[in-house]
């Protein structure tokens, strides 16, 4: 008998919404900081969107506002008619898309204000951590509900990929978000230097991972079929690329961490891992492209399947250079440099936008009843944004080889051939230029996308309950070994398929986490490493306030030409007070791991106020108001006490004079800077800057180049 029921359109529709919109604000703020590192005045002076606080702001619009919206849209619309039911709960539905959108809002306030964990993909504070983890427990309760009311036994393979998403995701933001709150909005990470970076990007990885892969590889096994009217190519390709990727991909982290002070058994586990995943990761792309075999003239006509197409290209040439950046010798050139933007960009351009766009464009006119308003408009937006991904990603490809290539290119004489840092930056401004073309030719094609669904949406009507009728679910389960496809039968129970899932992923956490916590012999201690003074901790939260991380890393890895140009190479047992670490991802400027000692007061000061008098063509933003503001002193107390907590030695008491101390050492370098004829009362945040900067390196006795 036919039960009939109604799908729940208007929270897909809202979704939609939410995509085009956060998507627009999102990359209009990734053109502002691509036009910084041509212009750094493009902050307009402002504090507030300076590169290194509005980057995070960027990225995290892009991933969580533009991409998370459009994972739930496809999800709630997808799952549904897979499920041949409503979703569980409209008040959960509603709690979920609102209290989403609230997140994003709270980020896009506080990241700018200089609020920020510093943990890339993961710089949000933890109210914030904690709202995510509501919103997330939202969605999985409709989700498992609606699986549980379900009309169709079999759950399809888009399923088990949402499944994935949600329990793994889970785990990376629970185990990434251990933090000590200090204040509303300032919190220490329990981890400290070398473990808390490689829980980091064990998390870093797996995000990429389980929120901008394999969600949208569910949403592929769905649309793709649905839009070329064709079958998914092969049922047991499927099964192997879901459970091979979601083992494969978990382990693979560490490949961020190559050469650094992480153990090196831990390095080697990444590196094999990310040589494997090459093999699920194609297989999805070729499970994806042969299901269009026989649709390929319709390819030709249609531009919504252009977009299909590119886009699992994208995610195929990503997920094969991914894996080419894990061989140290490549990693060893491309590290740190605009190599890794262009990939990035390659997977989040490519794969991430050209689905999102090809769904939003097949599925808006399905809820409102009405054609596309202009096919021609959409056939404009897939030509220009393909010509956008290319001036993006050539340029920075071009960019990130010159740097690798520039930085450790010696003369005959066995001299750094670019010894100044800024010569190798300057040599690749044009192609930054190049790139913010790039990024403008794709919001171009975004904001025309936007006209076009806006005018399908005015042309017809939405649809928020669509009506449907299926068959009532039979009770008749097929017992246990009565079905030969062992597989057959765990994709009629959620509940098993999720605790395998769970297994799987945790099997490689479990594996590399737990040693490096465990066993203490795997960073080494060294005695002469001393806590921060309180002047200097809070210098280095400033550090963190400012985004200093976005363009300095603090690693010098064991290379000759490294070594020769920043100093001592780091050792592990140098960040055991960190909390948290800040070895950064990219080098737009030097590294500042050796910085102490290097310049003068003097010299920083004058770098904060105009880096160009000290640099002269640097891209680096003048931080002014670091000399007008003060620093505020009445967090002392409660830092110290915190980071106590958190095993740094500091006497028991202490935080009743750490003022004291921070006062004494503050008027000290007030002093040396007014020995140089510059007049600065001690109270002010850039004294605590210097501070920490006069600090960096120097507990251990190391050959410190002055270059």
């Known amino acids: 008998m036919l039960e009939k029921f109604h799908y729940d359109n208007k929270t897909v529709r809202n979704f939609g919404i939410a995509t085009l919109i956060w998507g627009i604000?999102?990359?209009?703020?990734?053109?502002?900081?691509?036009?910084?590192?041509?212009?750094?005045?493009?902050?307009?002076?402002?504090?507030?969107?300076?590169?290194?606080?509005?980057?995070?702001?960027?990225?995290?619009?892009?991933?969580?506002a533009f991409v998370g919206n459009g994972i739930f849209m496809g999800v709630y619309y997808s799952l549904q008619r897979l499920l041949k039911a409503r979703m569980?709960?409209?008040?959960?539905?509603?709690?979920?898309?609102?209290?989403?959108?609230?997140?994003?809002?709270?980020?896009?306030?506080?990241?700018?204000?200089?609020?920020?964990?510093?943990?890339?993909?993961?710089?949000l504070e933890w109210p914030i951590d904690i709202a995510i983890t509501l919103i997330w427990v939202v969605f999985?309760?409709?989700?498992?509900?609606?699986?549980?009311?379900?009309?169709?036994?079999?759950?399809?393979?888009?399923?088990?990929?949402?499944?994935?998403?949600?329990?793994?995701?889970?785990?990376?933001?629970?185990?990434?978000?251990?933090?000590?709150?200090?204040?509303?909005?300032?919190?220490?990470?329990?981890?400290?230097?070398?473990?808390?970076?490689?829980?980091?990007?064990?998390?870093?990885?797996?995000?990429?991972?389980?929120?901008?892969?394999?969600?949208?590889?569910?949403?592929?096994?769905?649309?793709?079929?649905?839009?070329?009217?064709?079958?998914?190519?092969?049922?047991?390709?499927?099964?192997?690329?879901?459970?091979?990727?979601?083992?494969?991909?978990?382990?693979?982290?560490?490949?961020?961490?190559?050469?650094?002070?992480?153990?090196?058994?831990?390095?080697?586990?990444?590196?094999a891992f990310s040589i494997m995943l090459i093999a699920p990761s194609w297989?999805?792309?070729?499970?994806?492209?042969?299901?269009?075999?026989?649709?390929?003239?319709?390819?030709?006509?249609?531009?919504?399947?252009?977009?299909?197409v590119v886009g699992?290209?994208?995610?195929?040439?990503?997920?094969?250079?991914?894996?080419?950046?894990?061989?140290?010798?490549?990693?060893?050139?491309?590290?740190?440099?605009d190599w890794i933007v262009a990939h990035v960009h390659v997977g989040a351009l490519g794969w991430n936008g050209f689905l999102t766009f090809a769904i939003l464009y097949w599925l808006i006119p399905r809820i409102y009843k009405t054609p596309l308003f202009s096919k021609k408009l959409a056939s404009f937006h897939?030509?220009?944004?393909?010509?956008?991904?290319?001036?993006?990603?050539?340029?920075?490809y071009w960019s990130g080889f010159t740097q690798g290539l520039m930085w450790k290119e010696f003369t005959a004489e066995g001299l750094l051939k670019y010894p100044n840092f800024l010569e190798t930056t300057l040599q690749v401004i044009p192609m930054h230029v190049l790139r913010a073309i790039g990024g403008t030719l794709y919001l171009t094609g975004v904001i025309t996308m936007a006209y076009n669904l806006v005018k399908t949406?005015?042309?017809?009507?939405?649809?928020?309950?669509?009506?449907?009728?299926?068959?009532?679910?039979?009770?008749?389960?097929?017992?246990?070994?009565?079905?030969?496809d062992t597989h057959r039968v765990l994709e009629r129970r959620p509940i098993q398929l999720?605790?395998?899932?769970?297994?799987?992923?945790?099997?490689?956490?479990?594996?590399?986490?737990?040693?490096?916590?465990?066993?203490?012999?795997?960073?080494?201690?060294?005695?002469?490493?001393?806590?921060?003074?309180?002047?200097?901790?809070?210098?280095?939260?400033?550090?963190?306030?400012?985004?200093?991380?976005?363009?300095?890393?603090?690693?010098?890895?064991?290379?000759?030409?490294?070594?020769?140009?920043?100093?001592?190479?780091?050792?592990?047992?140098?960040?055991?007070?960190?909390?948290?670490?800040?070895?950064?991802?990219?080098?737009?400027?030097?590294?500042?791991?050796?910085?102490?000692?290097?310049?003068?007061?003097?010299?920083?000061?004058?770098?904060?106020?105009d880096p160009r008098t000290m640099s002269p063509g640097s891209i680096m933003p003048a931080y002014d108001w670091l000399i007008t503001q003060r620093l505020d002193t009445a967090t002392t107390r409660s830092k110290i006490t915190a980071m106590r907590k958190l095993g740094v030695p500091y006497e028991k008491g202490y935080e009743n004079t750490a003022n004291a101390d921070l006062g004494r050492q503050s008027q000290s370098i007030a002093a040396s800077l007014a020995k140089d004829n510059i007049k600065i009362r001690s109270d002010r945040e850039i004294v605590a800057i210097i501070a920490y900067l006069q600090r960096l390196g120097v507990d251990i006795k190391a050959h410190n180049p002055t270059n």
């Open 88 to 123: 569980y709960s409209d008040a959960l539905s509603k709690i979920h898309f609102w209290g989403w959108q609230l997140i994003i809002v709270a980020a896009a306030i506080t990241l700018p204000l200089g609020l920020t964990t510093s943990h890339e993909y993961a710089e």
């Open 382 to 396: 897939f030509w220009i944004g393909t010509l956008g991904i290319l001036f993006y990603a050539v340029p920075m």
């Open 498 to 609: 999720m605790i395998v899932a769970l297994i799987v992923i945790l099997a490689g956490g479990m594996a590399e986490l737990m040693p490096t916590f465990m066993v203490s012999s795997n960073i080494p201690t060294i005695s002469s490493v001393k806590p921060y003074t309180p002047l200097e901790l809070q210098g280095r939260d400033l550090y963190i306030r400012e985004g200093c991380v976005g363009c300095h890393s603090q690693m010098i890895r064991p290379f000759r030409s490294e070594t020769e140009r920043y100093g001592e190479y780091s050792k592990g047992g140098e960040f055991v007070y960190d909390h948290p670490f800040l070895w950064g991802s990219k080098r737009t400027g030097p590294d500042l791991h050796r910085e102490g000692g290097k310049y003068s007061d003097a010299w920083h000061f004058n770098h904060l106020l």
């Open 312 to 337: 699992v290209t994208a995610y195929g040439m990503a997920t094969f250079e991914g894996p080419m950046l894990a061989l140290k010798q490549i990693n060893a050139i491309a590290h740190y440099t």
């Open 140 to 271: 999985g309760i409709n989700m498992f509900g609606t699986i549980f009311k379900r009309r169709e036994r079999h759950l399809y393979v888009a399923i088990w990929f949402y499944i994935a998403t949600f329990v793994t995701v889970a785990v990376l933001h629970i185990v990434n978000s251990f933090e000590l709150p200090v204040s509303a909005f300032k919190s220490y990470y329990w981890y400290a230097g070398v473990q808390d970076a490689l829980v980091q990007w064990w998390y870093g990885h797996n995000a990429v991972a389980f929120f901008l892969t394999t969600p949208y590889l569910g949403m592929m096994y769905y649309f793709l079929p649905k839009m070329a009217n064709r079958p998914v190519y092969s049922y047991k390709l499927s099964i192997l690329h879901f459970w091979s990727l979601i083992f494969i991909y978990i382990w693979a982290g560490p490949h961020h961490l190559l050469y650094t002070s992480l153990p090196s058994w831990a390095q080697s586990l990444g590196v």
């Open 457 to 484: 949406m005015q042309a017809g009507k939405l649809v928020a309950n669509e009506p449907a009728e299926a068959p009532a679910l039979s009770a008749d389960f097929v017992p246990r070994g009565h079905d030969k």
């Open 25 to 64: 604000v999102g990359m209009t703020v990734g053109l502002l900081v691509a036009m910084q590192l041509v212009k750094p005045g493009m902050n307009m002076g402002n504090q507030f969107t300076t590169f290194g606080r509005v980057r995070p702001l960027h990225t995290n619009a892009v991933i969580f």
């Open 283 to 308: 297989g999805g792309m070729i499970n994806g492209l042969l299901t269009l075999r026989g649709a390929w003239d319709k390819v030709r006509e249609d531009p919504i399947l252009k977009f299909m």
